[in-house]
């Protein structure tokens, strides 16, 4: 994960897809660690991750393109 230390310089707020795959959540643990918030977008089943006070889970799909333009510009 040395690529992602790249943006510890730094806080972010970043949108990820996937966070409930197996990359998806190695990639948010790193994303929380290094300070950055995240937004989340997941399918379904949020529960499967874990509450954390720089991270907003949304429900949605990425074939649909105005919700996605809705939650890119939050």
């Not at 929380?32 to 874990?50: D, F, K, W, Y």
């Amino acid at each position: 994960m040395d690529r992602l230390r790249l943006f510890n310089n730094f806080m972010a707020r970043i949108f990820l897809t996937g966070a409930t795959g197996f990359l998806g959540r190695t990639v948010l643990a790193e994303l929380l660690a290094g300070g950055h918030e995240v937004v989340a977008l997941v399918r379904s089943n949020p529960q499967r991750l874990s509450a954390h006070k720089r991270l907003t889970v949304r429900i949605g799909d990425l074939n649909d393109v105005e919700a996605l333009t809705v939650l890119v510009q939050e």
